[in-house]
């Protein structure tokens, strides 16, 4: 890409929680963008978003037509993804999507830019490029500064996750069971939904038949593609907690060679994308994650129980950060180097 190059973009989801986060990054970060569709659903159409100081009218994403632009940032789900995603390719488009459609695709690249930003290369195959889930993002943001100095054997993770991951209705959900119990009434829920107000639930999608969730499965098959390595054995228990926006993660890995808490500070300090908090503090969801950009770092310890075991505590907005932003970033990699 040249200085003055500059691209039309397509956002199909552009009403919902992260294609209004992927609009406003794109101002932000200012890409090269000379026009902007935000696309939606029929029942969303005609509704205004704001880009560049100009509202735009959201269109319909079904009649749009998809030879106008060379980018579509999908941030709509997976079976909008399946649906669409093909019609953009084949009017000469490339696709970023944010949802679970084309993950495990061996012939779609998933992107982390801090870790595995030359993967991008790879679209030409079905011009696709997939950004994995939400806390495996944020996960190898953490752990990449690890890897590249001592290597991991192992990770065990527990994560604490956000409503708004659920979607809008989960949001809603939240926030209206909250209310019910603070004014003294019972909350009810149709099996198999449990109430998320003031409680932990410890299963987040449909159970395999080993045990695991969807979402704990995710993390393992996402991470061992990213990092290109089906030789580190991950742990997973994910966990979903009555908060909005934000999720958190317990971390506890197995590095190759030792390294102390001192040093992985240090190289945590360092490494892009990362805020790495002083000793004595710890990120929150509320406190430094929602809103910002960056994966929030703190509690770095040597594990007690394991030689060569490190203990870290990793937060990150879910929305923006666990899927708005790195597709933004995809996006600025393919522009700058591929097209």
Known sequence: MDDTQTFDIAVVGATGAVGE??????????????????????????????????????????????????????????????????????????????????????????????????????????????????????????LKPIIDAVGIKRINVATYQAVSGGGQAAVRALAGQTVS?????????????????????AQIGGVLDNGYTCEEMEMVWESQKVLDDDTIVINPTAVRVPVFFGNSLALHIETKRKITAKQAHE???????????DEAEYPSAVGEASGDDAVFVGRVREDISHPQGLDMWVVADNVRKGAALNSVQIAEILVKDYL
């Open 181 to 201: 119990l603070l004014n003294m009434r019972a909350v009810e829920t149709a099996p198999p939904d449990k109430q998320i107000a003031f409680n932990v639930l």
């Open 267 to 277: 190289r945590l300090k360092q490494a892009a994308g990362v805020e790495m908090l």
């Open 21 to 142: 986060v992927i609009i406003s990054l794109l101002e932000e970060r200012n890409f090269p963008s000379s026009r902007l569709y935000p696309l939606a659903s029929d029942r969303s159409v005609g509704n205004k978003v704001l880009f560049c100081g100009k509202y735009l009218s959201v269109g319909d994403t079904a009649s749009f037509d998809f030879s106008q632009v060379q980018i579509v940032l999908l941030a709509a789900g997976a079976e909008v993804a399946a649906q669409y995603a093909p019609l953009a390719v084949e009017a000469g488009c490339v696709v970023i999507d944010s949802s679970a459609c084309f993950r495990a695709d061996d012939d779609v690249p998933l992107v982390v830019p801090e870790v595995n930003a030359s993967a991008v290369g790879y679209f030409s195959d079905r011009r696709i490029i997939a950004s994995p889930n939400a806390v495996t993002i944020p996960m190898l943001v953490a």
